[in-house]
């Protein structure tokens, strides 16, 4: 078993930066893949960034490419999501996910996932 806490969302004007952290518990962390997801008010939740779990491959929403940067630690098992120049539209609760996954996209194969943190960017 798996648990994800996500840590370091809050209201920041458009342009600024956030940093997401999530911290893991269980020694399995290092062997799963893990996703940063998003679901705005009226909107169903989508993929952000995806990492493998050792890093070597990721995947970034169009939305986002160059914006943010996800990594991860597993010595440390914890995984960050750097957000820069952020804009109104990236207003969401971002999910925290983790699984044993063939497709880094794939919502679906991600079996643990986090309770949320809100990031509000206001325009």
């Known amino acids: 078993q798996v648990q994800l806490v996500e840590s370091g969302g809050g209201l920041v004007q458009a342009g600024g930066s956030l940093r997401l952290s999530c911290a893991a518990s269980?020694?399995?962390?290092?062997?799963?893949?893990m996703g940063w997801f998003r679901q705005a008010p009226g909107k169903e939740r989508e993929i952000v960034a995806a990492i493998s779990w050792d890093g070597g491959s990721t995947y970034y929403a169009d939305s986002v490419k160059g914006r943010f940067t996800i990594s991860r630690d597993n010595a440390k098992n914890t995984m960050s999501l750097q957000m820069n120049s952020l804009k109104p539209e990236d207003t969401a609760v971002y999910y925290c996910a983790g699984g044993t996954v063939a497709d880094l996209r794939a919502q679906n194969e991600y079996g643990y996932w986090g309770q949320g943190a809100q990031v509000t960017v206001s325009s």
């Open positions: 269980g020694r399995t962390f290092r062997w799963y893949a």
